[in-house]
């Protein structure tokens, strides 16, 4: 089905398209339906808090194929309280669970490490599943560079 736009529509979808590139956090902004569906399933009707969980990521990757991200969660990792599981999110890949990582109490510590795919600049996101029931969650932007040489 053809879609046909007059000049005024035309100039309209190119200044949106500009403004995305411009403005900072509006690629990372937009995120997909596959994204709001898997965050939907991870957070399975709970509110999760904000803190006590951090993401390490670079702010600029210079290649969308290999970026190393690191999730630490503050949690004693004892038997009583500890991590479960921690989840990883992408708002713009083509699928958006990046990875899930189960942990017990003898993780000795809540922290994993990856390298992860990214398809476009967009922004990652965490959510980690205490004993209790609880979940933290996290977000950081990542901007992915055409070939390094800071196009996005």
């Given at each position: 089905m053809?879609?046909?736009?007059?000049?005024?529509?035309?100039?309209?979808?190119?200044?949106?398209?500009?403004?995305?590139?411009?403005?900072?956090?509006a690629i990372a902004a937009a995120a997909t339906p596959h994204y709001t569906e898997a965050l939907a399933r991870v957070l399975d009707g709970r509110a999760?808090?904000?803190?006590?969980?951090?993401i390490d990521a670079p702010e600029v990757a210079e290649d969308g194929n290999m970026v190393a991200v690191s999730i630490?969660?503050?949690?004693?990792?004892?038997?009583?309280?500890?991590?479960?599981?921690?989840a990883l999110l992408?708002?713009?890949?083509?699928?958006?669970?990046?990875a899930t990582f189960h942990l017990t109490p003898r993780s000795g510590e809540a922290f994993v490490s990856n390298r992860i795919r990214l398809s476009e600049s967009q922004d990652i996101v965490a959510v980690a599943e205490l004993a209790d029931?609880?979940?933290?969650?996290?977000?950081?932007?990542?901007?992915?560079?055409?070939?390094?040489?800071?196009?996005?």
């Open positions: 053809a879609v046909h736009l007059d000049r005024r529509q035309a100039v309209a979808a190119g200044l949106a398209v500009l403004a995305t590139g411009l403005v900072p956090g999760p808090v904000h803190g006590g969980i951090s630490r969660v503050d949690s004693p990792m004892t038997e009583a309280d500890h991590v479960r599981r921690i992408s708002t713009r890949n083509p699928v958006a669970e990046v029931g609880t979940l933290r969650q996290a977000r950081r932007e990542v901007r992915v560079t055409v070939g390094g040489c800071g196009a996005v």
